[in-house]
Structures are given as C-alpha cells and as structure tokens.
C-alpha cells in the first residue's frame, strides 16, 4: 500500500522537503475523539531540531487541519492535516544535485523514480516528512488515553552511553512526555549531549537506541500470523528514517540465553494472568499478553555529515567527492523519539480497531 | 490481512498442529515457472527435525498440489498446497489442555479466541504451520532464481558460538543449501551441536541469530514511506514463531557507528553504482541499492522445555505447575532457517511483481 | 487482492474444474459460531445441477473440512475446506483445447496467462470453483443468524417471464431456503421451467435476474467513500461467473424518476428510524439505513450452448467454428442463486467484523 | 480501506462540503506524467455546476498541489492536492441540522457516526468531495493518454429522453470532452434540458443513465475472481453519491437474451483476435479481451429538492416536515459525468499499473 499504512485506521503521509507542505490524512479513527492542537503542537515541538545539538534549520511546524474535525473532535470521517514548509534554502542542494548523498536515499531514489524525483532536501525521503506522522500520532495517541493505554520512548543507549531502563512506568512515561531529550536519568544525558557536541566537532555524528514501553494495552490484540505485533509495530518503524533494528523484549539478547531464563513465567493477577518476567516484551506468538510492550529501535547515525565523501555522480556516473552543505544534525535519535511514539499509537489504534470494532476508540455524545 | 499476506503475490496459510494437515495458497505469481518438487522436498526436509538435535517428531512432509499447477508448471491461478498431519499424538497434550505453557501463545491464543481454538500442540500458532510456508517459500525461490536472485542463511550465533560471516557469496549460498545444519565453518558447527546436546541433557533449550544474504535483488525495489523493504521483510519474518528481533546491515551495531564510519560509499560500478562497504545491508531510505540485501533474525530458545516451570491454570485462573510432555525440540534455529528464506523469498516475489508487473518472475511459451 | 477479498472476514478461493479439488480459506470469521455440516450441505446441493434444467454433470460436492473448527464450532482461525473434483471427463475438452469459446473466458484467460493455466473445463474460470465460495457463504450465513440476519434470493425474471416481488420478508427467506428453484409464485416457476426446457431444445440457454433481501442488518453498516455497501457488495457479486449488472433498490428504474418519487420519506420507529418507501434498497450515502437490503444481479444466458459457433484458434490465430462438447446447462440463474446467497453474507460478516469488532459474530463459551 | 481505493495506485480523498478544504492523494503512479493543470481545470469545470440547470452554488474550485509534482511532472511519490472551499454559506443548513433529508445520508451518517461528524452542507458525504476525486482522474487520464487509451461518457438516458449510442469511438470521445452537457446527439441535449428545466419548475429533480466507453485498453487486464474489471470498477462507481446501478456491456439486457444472442462471436484481427459483437463489453471472465469496454452507471435524481419532505427530527425521534433551504441542482447525471471518469482512469491506472509494472504509464527522462 506504499504511503497508506493499516488495515481499519489508515495513515496516509505525503509531501517533500522543500514543497509547499507536509501532511497526512487519518481514516477510520473513532468519531468524538478530542483534537487537542497543544497536544500535537508539544509533540511536534519535541520533533523539532532542538539548540547546539540540532540542525539550526527551525521550523514553526505550523498545524492545519483540514477536515476531519468538526467542534474540536473528530468526526470519524478522514482527517488531513498540513504542515506548511518555511524556511526552506533550496539552494543550498543546488551544488549537489547530481551527487547521491552516502547514507541517503539519493541513489535508490534516482534509480527507482528515474529521476522525477524532487531531490532538494531529500525529497519525499526527508525527515521532514515525519512531522505529518507525529501530528497524526498526538491525535491517535488521545485515543489511546481514553482507553488508558500509555506510550513512552527513552534513549537506551546513544553513542555507547547508556540510559537506566524503565522501572516505574506511569512515572516514567509522564516524565517523558516533557523532555525534549529523552532520558530516565539525569547523569546519562548529559554525557550523551556532551557525545553529541563532540560528533558536531569532529563534522561527523552519532546513533543510538530508543526504547519504547506501552501499558494499557489488553491481552489478545495481535494476529498469529502474519498480522503478528511485533511484524506491524515493525512493518511501520522501519518507515522511520535511519532505523535499522527492531527488536522486542529481551530481543538479540533473548537469542543468547536457554529457555529456562527466557521463558516468562505465568502467575495469576487480579482478573487475568500476569507474568513474572517480561523478557517476551509483553508478546506471545504476535499478540498481546496483557504485560507492558516493551521494544526497541536501533537508529543509525546521521548520514549527512559535513565531512567530505565519496561518491558517485548520478548523471555522469562518475566517481565523485560531496561535501554536503545546508544545515547538520549530529544527532537525531532524540528527534526521532516523537516519530516512534507517533507510529506506536498508530499502530496500535488500528490493531485496536480491528479486534474492539470502529467506535472503541471514541467519545460519546 | 491476518493470515494472508502480500500485496500483488499473496501468501495464505491455515492449518493446526494435531488437524488434518496445514497448508497454503500463493496468489499472484507469475504463471510458467516449473515447480519442482524435488526442491520443494529438500526445502520441506531443511525445516523437518535432525536427529538427536531436534525432536523425535518426524513428519513425512507429503505435499500434495490442489490447484495452480499444469503440466509441472505455475498457472497464475492461485496455488493451493496441503501437507497432511501424520504421526499425532494429541493425547501427550490433554493432561496440560489447560496449563497455559511459558513462552507460548495458549494464554494469549485464549484470550483472543475465547477458548474456541485448537489448544492441541499449539494449534494454528504451532510451528508445524511454518511447513506450509516453507513449501510455497520453495517454489517462490525457483522464480528467483529465474532472474538470478539466490538466498542464504546460517546460523550466524547459537549458545553464543559465533559462526564465520558471509564471503564469496555465491559458493556460501550454494554450500548452505545442502547442509540441514546450515553454517559456514564447520567447526563452530560441531561447537553449536554440542551446545544443543547439552541443553537437552539439561532438559533446557537455547537459541541463535540467522544472517540472511540475497543476491542478485535490481536496485530500486522498495519503497520510502511504509512499504520499505526492511518493513515487508520484518513484517513477515516476525510471523516466524521465536523470532524476536530483526536487523539489517549492521542493524543494532550500526547505533554505536558515527555516521563516517555508517555511511557506504558510494563507488562506480559497471552498468551503475555500488557501495564500497555494506553496512545498510543493501537498503537505503527504505529501497534496495543492487548490493547483496543482508539482515539477521534473533531466534529465542525453544519455549517448550522439559523442565517443571510455573504457570496458571486458563480454566481456574489459578496458579499451578506445568511439565510439558510429548517431544521439544532443544534449538529450533537451524530448522527455522528455511522459514526465513522462505519468507524472504515470498516477500521479494511480491516486491519484485509490483514493481516490474505480475509476469516478470514468470516464464515464457 | 485477486483471488482473497475482505478486510477483517477473508475469503480465499482457489482450484480448477478438472484439478483434485476447489476449495476456500475464510480467514477473520468470529470464533465459536456453529459450522453445521447440514447446512452447508444444503446449500452446495442447491447450487448443483438439477434435473432436466442442468447439465448432467453430478457431483456429489464432498466437503472436508481442513482447518479452523475444532468441536464443531469456528476457532477463530483459518477455516480452510476442499471440494473434491469427481466425475471429471477432461477428454471432453481435448478437441477444442485452442479453441476459445464465445462468451468464455478462455481467450482472455490465454492472453493473461499466456497459455499455462489449465484449459480443461474453464480451470479457474470455471462456474465450479463458486461451490468453494458457496461452502464458505453457508458458514458466514449461519455467523449472521446469530445477529438475527436473514438472506434469501428468488429469480425475479428468467427469459422475460417474472417472479413476484418480496412481500412477508421473513416467510419469503424461508420459503426461498428450501426451493432448488427459488421462485416465490408457483405459476412463475412453472413457466420458466417450460422456458429453459425449451431453449435446450433449441441448443440454446436462457438468462435471468436474480434479486436478493437482507433483514435485520443494523444501520451504520458501510462507508461513504470507496467501501459503500454498494461497492463492497457490486465488487463481490461481479466475481460470479455471468453476473454482468448489479443494481440496488429500485435502481436503474430511479434514473427515470423524480426526485419527489425516489426519495424515501424517514418515519420513526420503534427505538429508531424507518423510511416509508424502500427505493433506496436499504442504502443511503453507502451506508445500511435499518431497512431491508435489496439489491438485484443480471445474468446473462449461460455461454455454454451446443451449436456451433464462430471463434477463433488461439495457436494459429486463425477463424474456426466451434461445437462445445459435453454437459450444458441451459439455465445457470437458477443455481447460481446460492453463490449471489454466498457472496452476500461473506460480505457482510466483513463488513459487521470492521464496524463491531472481531467476536461480534461469535458464540460465547 | 474505506476512503483509500487501490492496490497498486491509490487514491485517498478526505473533506468536508463546508470546511476548508476538499482534496485527494494519489499514489503509486508512475513518475514522469505531465501534470497538465489545464486538462485538470477543464475536467472540474465540467463537475460544476452549470448555469439554468444546475444549483447556484459555484465554486471557483482553484486546485492546489501540495506533494508529487515536480518540474510539471509527477514524481511518483504522493501526489496531494487540495481545493479550498468558497462560497460557503453554511448558515443555510442550521434550521435543518437535525432534520434528516430523504434520500441522503443524514441519518445514516449520524448512526455510523454518533453525531460527530460535520452535519453541514452533507459534510463528508457531499458531493462536493467528487471534485478532489475528479481532479486526480484527470492526472489518472493523461497517464492512459500516454499508453493510447481513451474514455468517454454520454448521458444514454435522462427523465426518459434517450441519446443516440456511441458509433465512431474516437470522435465521439473526443467530442464529448468539450461538451458540459455530454450529448452525443444534440436534438436530445435540448430535450433533456428542457425537462431538466422543468423539474427545477416542479421544485423537483431527474435522474438518468451514464453510459462510458474506454478505447485502447490492452486484452489480459483483470483478475478472474474477485478483482474482476467489473468488481473493480463497480466498486469505484457506486462511490459516486447518486449510482444505484451499474451494467456492463448490455447488462441487464442480457438476461433476456438466449446464449446464441448473447455471446460474442470471435474472429481473427490484426495482431490478436476481435468479437463480431460487444454485448459482454469488452469484459469475459473479469478481464479485458480487447474490444472497448463499455459500462453504464444508473444516477438516481438529485435527492435535495425544494419540496416540502416527511422525515424525522435525529434528535427527538419524532416526525417532522423538512424544507431543504440553499441551492438545489436539478440534475446531477451531467456534472457526475465528470466523475464517472474519473473513477474509471483511476482503475484502470491501478489495474494496469498491476498488471505491467509501476512504471509501466510513465513517462521517460
């Protein structure tokens, strides 16, 4: 389905770095569902370059809905959004224009769009493009809260420095929820800018880890084939920019231990089942136990970096050196926190609807 | 979808463990590619229990064509495969019907189906289905190979012992297509078994990494926003029962690179462009870059083990212990290799038909 | 999606007239919900050839059951079946195996298929492949009288001769459900019966019109944009061989009246809303409105005829006259009753699954 | 997919008749395409609203691309377009918010939606939401330019006045794209104005009948089972608020017809083969066979009339009389042309794109 993503709540994203706007249309969400635009707008400001550590390329991200909405809720009818561009320097990829960017999609656009593609900014490729996806996903995360499932994503580890894990969980997910840079403890991220800083100095950049939770959710949502949760969290984060691992629970690490120590024991709760660990990440074949889902997201390091590279000219095919100019993030592992979040919700809003019906989701009136 | 995936080649599958057999239909491919049973055979055997590593379950694997094939080659019309159930003991699961295993889907599969399901040896989620899988998995590589794509995975980790990586391609990938236990340096073969027959002497189980090579894929497959390739190959490798964590290129390492060290450059080639190093596994924003396509699939120890474990009782909700009669596999990693290169090869069958058109794959009258 | 349609509730089809079976997969239906082999029995034998009207060609449609029912009821998961083909004279076919038959699918099969599917018979083309759909119709038909939702079709006219309408909905349905020749007026059925006789007489076939009821199907059933009820419901019934029109309440006859007349005036009702005419057949804006779904497929004369007939030699392109060996059936309206009965609860199970969620057809435990 | 349509090609359209904006995404067309925004305008302003015989609603319908074109070509990512609303007097509908009009989707929409959704001017459901529709088929339709396939459509029937059927193909299409009243016989355009006229007198509506003609489509074009031409198109067509039936070639005729009538005779042309007659249009088995496909889509009267109408008060429950204020359109069948074509471009982009490959419409650089 290419740029249209879900089965019963649809995300549609379209648009280029340096066109008119980004946006999206959301189909099938419940009706009665609060448009709360502070929402969006913290959620899109926590995607937004941020200081020293950011590209200096700010943009307003200014929100406009276009239909959807009707008295400050959803209607259940398609809801698209833009997000206008501003403070676009096209010129500044006019010296490179044939010079596919290491790292970047230049070469596989090109090749795949035989070159009908806007190259300026990366295009249809640009990060850019995952503000439409954080609108979408404050509003499918207000669903979510209806239902009290929550979603928070830390910086496990960046540059090699670790964060503390999740621990107390409501806590936890609400102190995210304010941090531009998200990190449970205080010391970590402070080594991880300081990381950051020193990549930015040496023209090159960093990666890191994002560590998602989400509670809430109830057990039995998720397909035992292919529809599993884990093959549609992952079939949508994959979408993000410069990710490339998704593992859930204990992940890789579960593929070292004995199944003594991997398996999650059962032990009754409260109406229901609980289990004693939660090395699965709250998943048993693709569906939810009822446990926290527990994933993360391995994002590489920037790719554009001012450093000068090899490589090839599109038009001539020709060995070539690039040095990249425009604006530079070192690091945009905390920028893409807002995205995970964003895709998570989504996700989970259609799995949700598929199992609970179209209206789960919705308000009353 | 649920139990059909694909977009243009479509996968189904049914079936439970202890049913009258498990079975599938491939939809969409290409018509006049030869089917050849032999290969499919010796796909089905790669999947069936080994000796002392593997369970004393073995199945015939008889594979019988309902539809879609004529005169030994695809029509275009969908092609239904059944693989009857032989050598059933359902009455190893009565005494647990009950006992929610670890690490399996009964608790989740109750929930979700309310107690209506098969609940004997796992039912649909077993990983007997994977058969079906691994069968229509065959015939979508032999339309591969038509185009001079070939797939290979080994066993890159178990218990641990690291296998040797990828070299000289194409003799790699020939080589592991023989071996039931499919790694490349013959030591740390006979390293990993014996860690398997430790893990079984201790009534345990263990796990591994599967690295996965495709060659031969064209540039400019996939796409920017959902459907990259990363997100349809994760998508159905996570179906794949154990699986629990999926990367590509140097995936999770990958967010501890800086973007100097990550980023591929980019280098003339004959008749277009490759990387000097393969880091992005193939894939940039999302699409293939005409380099060997390269990912891993963290497997999780066999959940079923023979040890005592605890558990609840679905029935009562109370807390209760389980010991898990019938045969366990102590390490399912080696059998689940010919799921991956199954899944991989369904997957890029309906990449590859979308983008070049539902005859490309097929062969000519 | 080719040969799988629906969104929550699946329907596959696959196999040829002359190969080892036809058969389906229902994927999505609610788990719990009675499969009652009688019924499905019933209505395969409905869609069977009858008497002196049909082709000689008996089968005795053996259903076996493959997957997804587990003690009698729905698991939630694949339901595969198969339909054994017996009785399968392909040597009747060798003689004109280029020769396309008007009005056939075999020219265009051939071109779509560049000669490698399966001529014998029509192969996937063939009316016999609708027993699998009418087998999975009668399982999603028993789901949908769980929720008090009844379906019956009469031939409204065959060979210009008419039916009367629908009058006492529920003793119509009824009455339908046990007709091999579902005609509410006696007399009708008898001079139709005399129309088809005499058209075999003349080597000859005759069409007609089927129309079909729904009651008790909730309002709020539908989306206003691409997935109307019309639109899911037309995409269905075009599948059945010979259906070449599909009109809703009073449907084309509305494009010849009046506003004032068209329009159905709203009227309340007990706990809700009712329209005091029904030209809208049940449907406004794409949506079910509470009131009886109607809804009309045009059938054209089967194709099968035992005169000669002008074509052309698929493998010398060159003009040919063609005399159809085998078993014709001179009326096929009458048989495919069942499938429009089959295709229409399919529909709707999907449709109610999407609105109310996975168990909403489904029994309770 | 609900307001998504599309497997290979997708269109998504999203808007509300008195919000900001109605608009579409198109996405998967090849990149390369002229984006002739002169054929666009063209094609909306024959969806609008014509002079005497229509509403006195008009719209200037300035169309806004905001993704997918670049250079004055498509990209081949997502091309989005918006058209702002104008000359919205919504205070119009106030005294009738909660008064349902016969006919349309007033009370269905506030079932499906709880009363969420924007009640004004029909909201999601107006027709309006046709020209976001209209201005992607007329991209959709300079694609199939490019490939030599041509598509016109007359209006066969109004209130009971018929036109003259198609003759020369080509010139009838070519003089239906000038006309807003599409006529093929001019003595009959004046009739049915003048009775168009006439209902407008009566403060009534007509209906009438849309009959298309496609030239040029390729033979081997559509799926036997579900995804026929005829499912695919009929799916699409009964979108259009107002189609309440679709046939093909002769459609419901043909259930009148004996077999010998009815089929269409094959005979060898240059390069391929012909029918001597085209009563199935252009369609056997679903799939294109090469003669022009030819398909009617019945248009009910306009439903809002300046009548004085029995309905229901949505909020009380109990009756009422409703008196629709605002501008009333006569007849639609001639602004729904527009429409009619659109959907079909659409499909067939999508089918073809399918069938030949994502670039297979595009354009080369």
Redesign the interface.
Known sequence: ?????G??V???????SH?????G?L??LA??IPVDREKIAKKLALRRPQGAISTSRVEEDEF?????V?EG????????H?IPNQNVRSGDYDAVRDL?R????D???F????????YRGG???SGR?TAALVALGAIAERALENRGIGIGTHIS????IPDRGFADLDADIASLSDRPFPILDGAAAEKMQAAILK?KE?L??????LETVVTGLP??????????L???L??????I?G??????????A???????????????KEG??A??TNR??G????????MPLLFRC????????A?P????D?RT???AAIEIPGRHDPAI?HRARAVVDAVTALVLCDALA???????L????
């Open positions: 389905m290419k740029n249209t993503f089965t019963n649809l995300t549609t994203i379209f648009g280029e066109g008119p706007a980004v946006g249309v189909d099938g009706p009665g406009e809905i276009v239909s959807g009707f809720r959803t209607t259940g009818t398609p809801l698209c833009l596919a290491p790292g970047h999609a070469y596989t656009g090749v795949k769009y035989h070159g009908f593609a806007d295009g249809h490729f493009v580890r960046l540059a090699g990549a040496d090159d950049s960093v990666g890191g880890v057990a039995g949502v998720g397909e035992p084939w292919f529809d599993t884990e093959g549609l992952s079939h949508g984060l994959f979408s920019p990710v490339k691992g998704v593992e859930f629970g204990d992940g890789f579960l593929s070292d231990m004995r199944g003594s120590e991997a398996n999650d024991a059962f032990t009754p229901g089942v289990t004693k699965n990440g998943i048993n074949g693709g569906i939810s136990n009822g391995a994002v590489k390091p920037t790719p554009s970096i450093r590279q090899e490589t090839v599109l095919g020709k060995a592992v598929g199992r609970y019906g179209a209206d789960w919705g308000g009353t009136k």
